[in-house]
């Protein structure tokens, strides 16, 4: 199975910042990754798919790259409602996997 | 616009079956593959379980693989999580998603919580 790392664990960010986490396969999984935001007793809520195109709806200021093994989410300008957890997905082999996550929140 | 509500979770005890069920509405469900995720308590997501649309094609998580069986009934809009042999470590919210194609994850329901205890 394709193991998904995530760095950090959390990050402390202020309103206007912008961010960069991190997600690495344990073994190339070209462009197949996915990102998900969510929030404490919520679902998870789609962001990235094919590691850097938006799902529709989401705003700009999140972008995705990468690809092989490295993978980075970053974002730009971050507002109160972007303080949450996010994780990497890769969907390139069964079984799927979901990353540690990562915490965002306020400094 | 695309709705996805599971039912079906509760208590219960270890080894014993439960099902899940996921309503769909707002797309043409017979169209789309469906996923299973879960979380335990303040944990990660976990996949569990990927169907395709035509139900042809069905694929698992390793910790679920030979206990849990996926299905769905294109005619009735619902996709299905039958459980079996349930564990503690089973307990979790398990939440249904859209498949968009590619086995991406664009749409999820708001999840339904399965406690598994004695």
């Known amino acids: 199975d394709i193991q998904m790392t995530q760095s950090p664990s959390s990050l402390s960010a202020s309103v206007g910042d912008r961010v960069t986490i991190t997600c690495r396969a344990s073994q190339a999984i070209s462009n197949y990754v996915a990102w998900f935001q969510q929030k404490p007793g919520k679902a998870p809520k789609s962001l990235i798919y094919?590691?850097?195109t938006l799902q529709s709806g989401v705003p700009s200021k999140f972008s995705g790259s990468g690809s092989g093994t490295d993978f980075t989410l970053t974002i730009s300008n971050l507002q109160p409602e972007d303080f949450a957890t996010y994780y990497c997905q890769q969907y390139n082999s069964h079984p799927f996997t979901f990353g540690p996550g990562t915490k965002v929140d306020i400094k | 616009q695309v709705q996805l509500v599971e039912s079906g979770g509760g208590v219960v005890q270890p080894g014993r079956s439960l099902r899940l069920s996921c309503a769909a509405s707002g797309f043409t469900f017979g169209s789309y593959a469906m996923h299973w995720v879960r979380q335990a308590p303040g944990k990660g997501l976990e996949w569990v379980a990927m169907?395709?649309?035509?139900?042809?094609?069905?694929y698992y998580g390793d910790s679920v693989k030979g206990r849990f069986t996926v299905s769905r009934d294109n005619s009735r809009n619902t996709l299905y999580l039958q459980m079996t042999s349930l564990r503690a470590e089973d307990t979790a919210v398990y939440y249904c998603?859209?498949?968009?194609?590619?086995?991406?994850?664009?749409?999820w329901g708001q999840g339904t919580l399965v406690t598994v205890s004695s």
């Open positions: 169907i395709s649309y035509d139900e042809r094609d069905k």
């Open positions: 094919g590691a850097s």
């Open positions: 998603a859209r498949d968009p194609g590619g086995a991406t994850i664009d749409y």
